[in-house]
């Protein structure tokens, strides 16, 4: 089974940074692309940042030049940089991890608790 700890919300003004962190422990033989999803209220879900094992990234238009994933494989944590937040990246963010418990397990999505972002004057 893995866990996912996220850290780093909180309430920020227009313009500010923030700085999420998710970590991965349990039993697991991998871990694969790793993530951040984003829920506004009212809204769907929706994919924010990916990366993957071999470390090419992925970002939703809305946050691409303002936004930055990265990683560290020894501490099996993922981080999310977040400039010039606007009001509109209001949400709540959860990390996704996809990762196989075993050699022979396929490959399960594994979800974050969520951590609220508020970004307002």
């Known amino acids: 089974q893995v866990q996912l700890v996220e850290s780093g919300g909180g309430s920020v003004q227009p313009g500010g940074s923030l700085r999420l962190s998710c970590a991965a422990s349990?039993?697991?033989?991998?871990?694969?692309?790793m993530g951040w999803h984003r829920q506004a209220p009212g809204l769907q879900r929706e994919l924010v940042t990916s990366?993957?094992?071999?470390?090419?990234?992925n970002y939703a238009d809305s946050v691409a030049g303002r936004f930055t994933i990265s990683k560290d494989n020894a501490k099996n944590t993922v981080y999310l940089q977040m400039n010039s937040l606007k009001p509109e990246d209001t949400a709540v963010y959860y990390c996704?991890?996809?990762?196989?418990?075993?050699?022979?397990?396929?490959?399960?999505?594994?979800w974050g608790q969520g951590t609220q972002v508020t970004v307002s004057s």
């Open positions: 996704k991890v996809d990762a196989k418990e075993t050699l022979w397990s396929a490959v399960s999505d594994y």
């Open positions: 349990g039993r697991f033989f991998g871990i694969y692309t």
């Open positions: 990366i993957t094992r071999n470390g090419n990234t």
